[in-house]
C-alpha cells in the first residue's frame, strides 16, 4: 500500500502548517540544535523554538494511513515513496530490485531502493509507521514528473503487479505533481514543495 513520501525544503514550517491544516498530527520533530540531534515534538509549538535556529531532519505528519515527512534543505527536493508491505512481500521486492540491479539498502526499521530516476523507494512492514486505517484517511493516487518515462513499466517489474495508482507525467525535474488523498479537509490545494494535494 503506498502511504508516504519525503521531501526536503527550506519551508519546514510553511509545510508542517499545511499538513495540520488538513488534519495530520504531527508526531515527531528532530532536528540538530546545537550540534546535538535532539526532538521537538508536540506540545511544543514553532513559537517555543522557532528562533533557536534548529535544523530540521525530520518532521512527521499522519492522518490515518498516510505519513508525510520532510525536512530542511537548501532547495526543494523530492527524495522518495513509501509503500507498506508484509515481510514476505518485503523480501520478494527486495530480490527483484537487485536482479534489476538496483541498489537495496536496509535496517531494521526500513528498507531502501535505489532508482535510476533521482528518487528512492521506501519499503516498511512496521504497522506502526501509521496512525490507522485507510478507512480513515489514504493515499489513494500519486502522479510524478520525471524526464524519462519508463518507471511504470520498472515499478510494475519490480512489485510483481501494476500499480495503476501511481501515473507518470514528463518533466525536467523530478518531482511529485499531485498527491490525491481521502480524508482531507481540502478539496484541492498545493502544499509549499508545490505538490497539489487533491482531497478524494
Known amino acids: 500500500m503506498l502511504f508516504h513520501y519525503h521531501f526536503w525544503t527550506p519551508h519546514v514550517e510553511e509545510t508542517e502548517k499545511f499538513y495540520v491544516k488538513n488534519g495530520f498530527r504531527i508526531s515527531l520533530r ?5 550540534g546535538d540531534f535532539q526532538t521537538f515534538n508536540p506540545p511544543l509549538e514553532w513559537d517555543d523554538f522557532r528562533d533557536k535556529g534548529i535544523s530540521f531532519r525530520i518532521i512527521e505528519a499522519r492522518k490515518g494511513a498516510i505519513n508525510i515527512t ?12 513509501g509503500f507498506l508491505v508484509s515481510p514476505e512481500e518485503l523480501d520478494e521486492i ?5 536482479a534489476m540491479n538496483w541498489k537495496v539498502n536496509s535496517n531494521e526499521r526500513r528498507t531502501f531502493i535505489g532508482t535510476p530516476y533521482g528518487f528512492r523507494i521506501e519499503l516498511q512492514s512496521r504497522e506502526d509507521a501509521i496512525d ?12 510524478l514528473i520525471m524526464k524519462d518515462g519508463k518507471f511504470e513499466n520498472d515499478i510494475f517489474c519490480l512489485f510483481n503487479e501494476p500499480l495503476n495508482h501511481i501515473h507518470v507525467g514528463k518533466g525536467e525535474t523530478t518531482t511529485i505533481h499531485q498527491a490525491v488523498m481521502s480524508g482531507l479537509v481540502t478539496s484541492r490545494q498545493r502544499d509549499p514543495n508545490g505538490v497539489y494535494v487533491v482531497g478524494k
Do not use: S
Not at 94 to 98: G, H, M, V
Open 30 to 34: 528532530t532536528g540538530k540544535f546545537r
Open 70 to 81: 520532510f525536512g530542511y534543505g537548501k532547495r526543494v527536493m523530492f527524495d522518495h515513496i
Open 94 to 98: 527486495c530480490q527483484r530490485a537487485e
Open 132 to 143: 490507522g486505517t485507510p478507512a480513515i484517511a489514504r493515499m489513494e493516487e500519486l502522479e
